[in-house]
T-cell receptor, first 114, second 114 residues
Framework: EDQVTQSPEALRLQEGESSSLNCSYT??????LFWYRQDPGKGPEFLFT???AGEEKEKERLKATLTKKESFLHITAPKPEDSATYLC???????????????FGEGTQLTVNP | ETGVTQTPRHLVMGMTNKKSLKCEQH?????MYWYKQSAKKPLELMFV???????ENNSVPSRFSPECPNSSHLFLHLHTLQPEDSALYLC?????????????FGQGTRLTVV
């Protein structure tokens, strides 16, 4: 069974204090690993897809990296507007119709104080 | 604006009521999804539609009944719900079901069953 564990559950940072969020996973053949941002009262917003170990993606202050067992979301010099819950999900290889086999983690709630 | 619109945003219903959630997307996507998000639990996939055909029913109780009349609209019909069904119900869409990880989400319907 595919599993995703995110840590920490919650993280408080001061503005400008860089840190990383972790997403550990076990999956029977990784098709893709995905990061999302979710603001209170809203649906998740897709950020990145990572397909293979060693791959990195960047967007503004965010950089996502992938190894064979985990992914990190690095936040450099965060600002208060980066406060949100960050979700990680993995998709396993399967039949086309079940390609939607996504397994989500519980998320990391990030708060950046000014 | 994510391109996926859900109505209503909030719904309170009794256990004997019948109500429907509506989702609309104008992104030209061929796959649509219903997810359930409960507090402190990972996002749970409920149903997947690809080209208006249901391709996945993730062991959801029959008191939840989806309908996809065309590729732009998705409904979730609710009847005889239980208090534990209270949650945020999210609709999402993607180009194809194999790209479920890169879906666009609506803002959700906050459902409270009393």
């Amino acid at each position: 069974e595919d599993q995703v564990t995110q840590s920490p559950e919650a993280l408080r940072l001061q503005e400008g204090e860089s840190s990383s969020l972790n997403c550990s996973y076990t999956v029977s053949g990784l098709r893709g690993l995905f990061w999302y941002r979710q603001d209170p009262g809203k649906g998740p917003e897709f950020l990145f897809t990572l397909y293979s170990a060693g791959e990195e993606k960047e967007k503004e202050r965010l950089k996502a990296t992938l190894t064979k067992k985990e992914s990190f979301l690095h936040i450099t010099a965060p600002k208060p507007e980066d406060s949100a819950t960050y979700l990680c999900a993995v998709q396993a290889w399967g039949e086309e119709t079940s390609g939607s086999r996504l397994t989500f983690g519980e998320g990391t709630q990030l708060t950046v104080n000014p | 604006e994510t391109g996926v619109t859900q109505t209503p945003r909030h719904l309170v219903m009794g256990m004997t009521n019948k109500k429907s959630l509506k989702c609309e997307q104008h992104l030209g996507h061929n796959a649509m999804y219903w997810y359930k998000q409960s507090a402190k639990k990972p996002l749970e996939l409920m149903f997947v539609y690809s080209l208006e055909e249901r391709v996945e029913n993730n062991s959801v109780p029959s008191r939840f009944s989806p309908e996809c009349p065309n590729s732009s609209h998705l409904f979730l019909h609710l009847h005889t719900l239980q208090p534990e069904d209270s949650a945020l119900y999210l609709c999402a869409s993607s180009h194809t079901s194999s790209l479920a990880g890169e879906a666009f989400f609506g803002q959700g319907t906050r459902l409270t069953v009393v």
